[in-house]
């Protein structure tokens, strides 16, 4: 079974800084996509950075140019390295892990547990 685990979450002051990890491990031959979405209460979970195995990129336009993400793929590791945070940046981040091969037939996905970011003004 493939499990994804997040770490860097808290507590901090807008204009602050978090880095964000998430490891997938299992019996993992490659994935195709890992990014982060978030859920702030009452709203739906939306994007906020994705990248590719080969290196593309994609941003929520709310986190450009303040968000950083990247990826080790020998470790399958991504990061979230979030700055100038605001407090509508204050939601449940989650790891996502698209188009994971192992020895199945199939490519899956999953999900993290969540790490709660908490920006405060």
């Known amino acids: 079974q493939v499990q994804l685990v997040e770490s860097g979450g808290g507590l901090v002051q807008a204009g602050g800084s978090l880095r964000l990890s998430c490891a997938a491990s299992?019996?993992?031959?490659?994935?195709?996509?890992m990014g982060w979405y978030r859920q702030a209460p009452g709203k739906q979970r939306e994007l906020v950075a994705a990248?590719?195995?080969?290196?593309?990129?994609n941003y929520a336009d709310s986190v450009k140019g303040r968000f950083t993400i990247s990826r080790d793929n020998a470790k399958n590791t991504v990061y979230l390295q979030m700055n100038s945070l605001k407090p509508e940046d204050t939601a449940v981040y989650y790891c996502?892990?698209?188009?994971?091969?192992?020895?199945?037939?199939?490519?899956?996905?999953?999900w993290g547990q969540g790490t709660q970011v908490t920006v405060s003004s």
């Open positions: 996502n892990a698209a188009g994971v091969w192992t020895d199945r037939d199939k490519a899956e996905d999953y």
């Open positions: 299992g019996s993992i031959f490659s994935i195709d996509a």
């Open positions: 990248l590719s195995r080969a290196g593309s990129t």
